[in-house]
């Protein structure tokens, strides 16, 4: 399974990111929410709430052929859903914070990719 799980230190949040969606739907199916939360498009972030594990995000993305900057692009943009996610659920309106939370995530998230596509 293509996944890189960043646990952040200052909060209980676990963020995976996946590639392809049959990665995003397995680790889905362990939670049976009930809910269609399946990656059925290019990018999907999903929030949800683990009585054992805590706040968990997923971020997905294709593995299908893409242009490069679009799906690094589009890895932006689920970025910032996360972000959304972790401040909203966790009560943080800090400006600074999302900033520093985006590139944290951005530079995991992007060695990873360019690791597992290269």
């Given at each position: 399974?293509?996944?890189?799980?960043?646990k952040l230190?200052?909060?209980?949040?676990?963020?995976?990111?996946?590639?392809?969606?049959?990665?995003?739907?397995?680790?889905?199916?362990?939670?049976?929410?009930?809910?269609?939360?399946?990656?059925?498009?290019?990018?999907?972030?999903?929030?949800?709430?683990?009585?054992?594990?805590?706040?968990?995000?997923?971020?997905?993305?294709?593995?299908?052929?893409?242009?490069?900057?679009?799906?690094?692009?589009?890895?932006?943009?689920?970025?910032?859903?996360?972000?959304?996610?972790?401040?909203?659920?966790?009560?943080?309106?800090?400006?600074e914070m999302?900033?520093?939370?985006?590139?944290?995530?951005?530079?995991?998230?992007?060695?990873?990719?360019d690791k597992?596509?290269?």
């Amino acid at each position: 399974m293509k996944k890189l799980t960043i646990k952040l230190d200052f909060i209980p949040t676990e963020v995976n990111f996946f590639i392809g969606a049959e990665n995003h739907n397995a680790y889905i199916d362990k939670f049976k929410t009930g809910l269609d939360w399946y990656l059925n498009s290019d990018g999907l972030t999903t929030d949800l709430w683990n009585d054992d594990k805590g706040h968990i995000i997923m971020i997905s993305v294709t593995d299908k052929p893409f242009d490069v900057y679009e799906i690094k692009g589009l890895i932006v943009h689920e970025i910032t859903h996360a972000v959304s996610f972790i401040m909203s659920r966790h009560g943080f309106v800090c400006e600074e914070m999302k900033a520093y939370l985006s590139q944290h995530l951005y530079i995991k998230i992007m060695k990873y990719y360019d690791k597992e596509m290269a």
